[in-house]
Each structure stands twice: as structure tokens, then as C-alpha cells.
């Protein structure tokens, strides 16, 4: 069991930047996509995916705020003396499954998109909530390594305040792809 270290366990000054990269690539990445479709291309579902572009964004909008919330559940629990022993690794396997489209996963019933929010709202709240996480990235000088919360999926088990701002940007990115997916199946 190693010691806590405070200072090891906040984000460094290449990891804060990488975060504040990777969300804003994503955010304009998502929005380039998103902001020139017609309501059709909004709406419509591909034969192969079964989401609309709507549905996608609305799912990706519920899913920052959720991991927002698991952020603050983190923060407010006591710190993981043990954050060390998988850090690196936990942030390495992130990087690598979640935005491999390869691999499909179904989305946790609280995160299934049912509110059919129309493009603008969609937009309007999307860019709200990723507002929200940078300011908490430019923001963060406690020990966001070492405080932990569940992950509802077994396979990534607990993560780290860090890894779940990881994972905000890396879940964007996948369904970023997915959008593209769908909007290159769907009838020109």
C-alpha cells in the first residue's frame, strides 16, 4: 500500500493541457458535425446503428453530466491511499478502449436518449455542460488522482476524478465517430 502523496496525485501541467486539448477537439469536432444537418439528417436512423444523430448527441450531453456528478461524488469521498498502483495503467487502457468503435457497448439505461431535444437545445446544453468541465480542469489543484467513484460497468471498476475527465472527451470521440458513421449510411 503506498503513502498518499497530494502533490503526485494532482494533475500535472501536461496532463491539465492534454484535457483542455482533447475536450475542445472533441466539442469542435462534435459540433462540426452536428450544426450544418438538416432536421431529416437530425433525425434519421441509420440501417446499421440504431441512434439517430439526435439520439447520440442527447446521449452524449446526459453522459457529461453524469460524469460530472460522478466527479463531484469523487471529490467529496475520502482519498484512495492505493490511487497509484493503477493510474497510468487505468489511463492507458481508457485511451484505448473508448474510442475504438470496434468494440460496441450499450449504454447504461439512465444514459438512453428519450428527452428528443431539438438541435439547438442539444447544442445549447452540450456546449453549457462542456463549459462546465473545462472550468473544472483549469479549476482543479486538489488531489484529483487519488478520489475515486464507481464506474457503473464492471470492466472499468473505480475511477479517478482524473480518469473520468479522461473518459469525457475519449466518450465524445467515440460517438463523434458513430455520428459519422450514421451520417454516411443515411441516403445523400
Known sequence: MSSLNVTESCLTAEERARLVQLLNETRT????????????QWTAKSETDGWSVQ???????????????????????PP?????????????????????RRRKAAAPPMLHPHRNWTREETIARYKAGREKTLQF???????????CADHPFPIFNSLSVYHWLLYIPLHN???NQQIAEVLKDLPR
Open 29 to 40: 469536432g462534435l459540433l462540426a458535425l452536428i450544426e450544418p444537418l438538416t432536421e431529416a
Open 55 to 77: 439520439q447520440i448527441a442527447e446521449h452524449l450531453v446526459m453522459g457529461e453530466v453524469g460524469m460530472l456528478r460522478k466527479i463531484a461524488e469523487a471529490m467529496s469521498l
Open 80 to 100: 484512495n491511499s492505493e490511487w497509484e498502483d493503477q493510474s497510468s495503467r487505468k489511463a492507458k487502457f481508457l485511451d484505448l478502449v473508448l474510442p475504438d
Open 137 to 147: 480542469v483549469a479549476q482543479a489543484d486538489g488531489p484529483v488522482k487519488s478520489h
Open 173 to 175: 470521440e467515440r460517438h
